[in-house]
C-alpha cells in the first residue's frame, strides 16, 4: 500500500499540524502540539509568544497532553510510561498532571487511585478512587475527575466508590463534603470552576430532568441556578455551565415552543443565541468585547462555524455575527483577548498562524452534499477520482460510528479514507439519520426507544432518493460499513434488510446493548428492566451471512485489503 492510501487509513497527514491549543489567560502565551514533519507521528510541545511571532519547542515528542498554569509560564506533562515532566517532580507513574492556575503546585492522580499534590497524598483510601473521571462521566463528555480553584489553593475532586461524591480539598488537610441530593441526581454530568465559585451539572438517572448548580466552597452547599428538562433526556452544550464576567450563569438549552426547535443558549433565563443557530460549543468569553465565542451550525449540517455572540440584549433581541467565511469544519480557542480560529491566532488587527508541518491533503475528494427525503436528512455522494458518469458502480454506504455522531461534515479529512473507497470502484454514500446532532433537538431524539428502526429506516429512503439525482448507484449491489455504534447498524442491516444491502462490515459493534454503560444505553432505550423487550429488539447478531465482523479499527493495510476483498466479493 502507497503511503496516501496508508496515510488515509491512519490519519498520518494530520502529524504535522497544530493540535490540542491552549491559549493563556493573558493572551501572551498559545501552547500547543505538534510533530516535527509530516510523517512523525510523535507530537512535541511548542510554545508562541503571541507579541513577537516567536516560535519555542518546549518538549521533544511524544507527548499526548500537557497542562499548564494560567498564563502558561508553567507547563507539565506525562511520558507514555507515566513519568513526570516538566514542572514539578514525582517518583513512579502519574497520570494527567496539571500545575495549578498560578504555576505554584502540580497535581496528579497515581494508577492505585490516589490524589496527589506535589509530593504528598491529598485523598487516597484502599478500593476507592480519587480524581479520576468515572466511566458515566465518560458519557456526558466529562474526562477529568479533580479540578484547581482559580487561585490554587483548593482542589474539587471526585470521590468513587459504590457511588460517586464531590469534595473540596485544601492543600493542609482540610475536607468539605458538597451537598446534593445524590440519590435523586446521581450523574456528574459537568463540572466548571473558572472563576467565583465551582458549577456543576447533574442529572437524574433517566437523564430526563437536571440542575446546574453553584458550590459554596466555605461550607459545600448548593445553589440552583438553572433547570434542565427534556421528554426524551437532556444534552448540556459543551462548554457549560460557564460564569459570566457580569456574574450571570451560562446555560445551553432547547427552544421547543412557538415553532422554534432549537438549541440555544441562556444566561439567567435570557436567551442570547438566535433560534437559526444551533450551538455545538462555547468556546470562551472575549474581555473586551464581552462577546461569546462558540462553534454552531445555521442553516447547514455539514458546515461548521465560529460566531460571535453579544451577551447584553438590547433591542432587536439575540444577535450572533459570524467570523468564519470560508465553508468548512472550523473550530475555536480562546484565552484573555485572543482568539485561535483554526491555526489563525487573532488579536485585535493583528493575525498569525501556527506554524504547520502538516502533509498535503492524499486526496482531494469533491463529496456532493444534499438534503434528502422528506425528513431533509443530510447527505453525501462521493464518486471515484475522474469518474465517468453513465457507468453504474457499487455503493458502499459508510456509518462512520453511527448515530448520535455527525459524519456528513465539510471537512476533507473526514472524506480522505472514504475517498480510497470510491477508488477502489465504488460510490461512497453518507447519510446523517435522525438521532444525529448538528440538525434540531427534534431530529437529534426522535429515536427515543426506536433508535434501530428510525435509523435504518432512514439510511434505506435516502439511498433510494440519492437515485433520483445519481443514477450511477447500483442498488442492486450495496455494502455496509461501521465502527462501533455504526458497525451495530451495519451488521443489523444486513441481517434485517438483506433484501438491500448484499453485505455489511462491522468493526468493533455494539451487539447487546445491555452490556453497553447504562448511561448510555439508557438515553436511547431506558432502563433494561422496565423495557427488556425494546434491548431485545435492539441487539444484533455477532455473525450473519456476507457480515464481515471485526475488530476495533486498526492502521495496517492488512485489515484494510481484507474488508476490500470481502466487499468486492460479496458486491461483484
Known amino acids: 500500500m502507497e503511503y496516501p492510501e496508508l496515510a488515509a487509513r491512519t490519519g498520518s497527514f494530520r502529524f504535522g499540524a497544530p493540535h490540542a491549543v491552549t491559549v493563556s489567560g493573558d493572551g501572551e502565551r498559545i501552547a ?49 510510561g507515566g513519568e513526570l515532566r516538566g514542572f514539578g517532580s514525582a517518583e513512579g507513574p502519574v497520570l494527567d498532571p496539571r500545575p495549578d492556575p498560578t504555576g505554584q503546585h502540580v497535581g496528579f492522580t497515581r494508577p492505585d487511585g490516589s490524589l496527589w499534590v506535589d509530593d504528598q497524598v491529598l ?12 466511566t458515566a462521566a465518560e458519557q456526558f463528555g466529562r474526562t477529568k475527575g479533580w479540578w484547581w480553584s482559580p487561585d490554587g489553593s483548593t482542589v474539587l475532586a471526585v470521590r468513587k466508590a459504590t457511588s460517586i461524591s ?13 451537598h446534593w441530593d445524590r440519590e435523586t441526581y446521581p450523574y456528574l454530568a459537568d463540572v466548571r470552576w473558572t472563576a467565583g465559585n465551582p458549577l456543576i451539572t447533574v442529572l437524574r438517572r433517566s437523564q430526563q430532568h437536571g440542575l446546574v448548580l453553584s458550590i459554596d466552597p466555605r461550607t459545600g452547599e448548593t445553589q440552583v441556578h438553572a433547570e434542565l428538562a427534556d421528554a426524551r433526556w437532556v444534552e448540556p452544550v459543551a462548554g457549560t455551565p460557564l460564569l459570566l464576567p457580569d456574574g450571570r450563569v451560562l446555560v445551553g438549552g432547547e427552544l421547543a415552543h412557538d415553532g422554534f426547535d432549537a438549541r440555544c443558549l441562556f444566561a439567567d433565563g435570557s436567551l442570547l443565541t438566535p433560534p437559526g443557530l444551533y450551538v455545538r460549543r462555547v468556546a470562551g468569553v472575549l474581555p473586551d468585547t464581552r462577546e461569546l465565542i462558540i462553534e454552531g451550525t445555521e442553516g447547514e449540517p455539514a458546515e461548521q462555524h465560529v460566531y460571535a455572540i453579544r451577551t447584553t440584549i438590547g433591542g432587536g433581541g439575540a444577535k450572533s455575527r459570524r467570523l468564519t ?40 475528494p469533491n463529496p456532493v452534499f444534499e438534503r434528502v427525503t422528506d425528513r431533509r436528512l443530510p447527505a453525501a455522494v462521493l464518486h471515484p477520482s475522474g469518474h465517468v458518469h453513465g457507468s453504474r458502480l457499487p455503493v458502499l454506504l459508510d456509518l462512520g460510528a453511527g448515530p448520535g455522531h455527525q459524519h456528513v461534515t465539510n471537512d476533507p479529512a473526514a472524506w480522505q479514507e472514504r475517498q480510497w473507497w470510491a477508488d477502489a470502484g465504488f460510490v461512497v454514500v453518507s447519510a446523517d439519520s435522525r438521532g444525529t ?27 433510494h432518493t440519492l437515485t433520483g439525482k445519481h443514477p450511477d448507484l447500483d442498488l442492486s449491489r450495496v455494502a455496509v ?10 451488521a443489523l442491516a444486513v441481517q434485517r434488510r438483506p433484501d438491500v444491502f448484499r453485505c ?65 466479493r460479496e458486491c461483484a
Open 437 to 463: 446532532p448538528g440538525v434540531a433537538p427534534s431530529f437529534e431524539k426522535v429515536v427515543h426507544r426506536r433508535l434501530a428502526d428510525v435509523a435504518l429506516t432512514d439510511q434505506i429512503e435516502a439511498l
Open 32 to 80: 500547543f502540539l505538534r510533530s516535527e514533519g509530516p510523517y512523525d507521528p510523535d507530537a512535541a510541545l511548542w510554545v508562541l509568544t503571541v507579541a513577537t511571532g516567536d516560535v519555542t519547542k518546549v518538549a521533544d515528542g511524544p507527548v499526548a497532553s500537557y497542562a499548564g498554569s494560567c498564563d502558561l509560564s508553567v507547563l507539565t506533562w506525562a511520558t507514555p
Open 325 to 364: 467565511s470560508t465553508p468548512g469544519w472550523h473550530h475555536a480557542v480562546v484565552g484573555g483577548d485572543v482568539l485561535v480560529i483554526d491555526d489563525e491566532v487573532r488579536r485585535g488587527e493583528a493575525v498569525l498562524r501556527l506554524p504547520s508541518e502538516r502533509a498535503v491533503w492524499p486526496y482531494h
Open 166 to 178: 464531590l469534595h473540596l480539598l485544601d492543600l493542609y488537610g482540610g475536607w468539605v463534603d458538597v
Open 504 to 568: 455489511g462490515i462491522a468493526r468493533d459493534p455494539v451487539l447487546r446493548w445491555s452490556e453497553l454503560p447504562p448511561a448510555f444505553a439508557e438515553r436511547y432505550l431506558g432502563p433494561i428492566a422496565d423495557n427488556p423487550e425494546i434491548y431485545e429488539h435492539h441487539n444484533a447478531a455477532p455473525t450473519g451471512p456476507a457480515l464481515l465482523v471485526l475488530p476495533a479499527a486498526s492502521s495496517s493495510p492488512v485489515d484494510l485489503s481484507e474488508e476490500l476483498q470481502f466487499v468486492i
Open 481 to 490: 460499513r461501521g465502527t462501533g455504534l455504526g458497525g451495530w447498524l451495519a
Open 123 to 134: 485523598a487516597g483510601e484502599p478500593g476507592v478512587t480519587w480524581g479520576m473521571a468515572e
